[in-house]
């Protein structure tokens, strides 16, 4: 009983989290990335040599790069 009141609590803490990303205009999106893709990242600066397992690290260094090119344009 206490693994499905974890399970169902868990959940709810996930779709509090996604609609608040939804109200504030943020989308997740699921990015295949290779060894090339997380060495030009590291290359370019946007991500820390060391940090290629954080994925939180590299999903800000892909949101980072993506801004970039956009202010660029």
Do not use: F, K
């Amino acid at each position: 009983m206490l693994q499905r009141t974890a399970r169902r609590e868990a959940h709810r803490q996930n779709q509090r989290r996604y609609e608040s990303r939804q109200r504030a205009g943020i989308g997740l999106y699921p990015v295949p990335l290779g060894c090339r893709e997380i060495d030009l990242l590291i290359a370019l600066g946007w991500l820390p040599e060391g940090e290629e397992a954080n994925r939180e690290r590299v999903g800000e260094a892909v949101a980072n790069a993506l801004r970039t090119i956009i202010a660029d344009r």
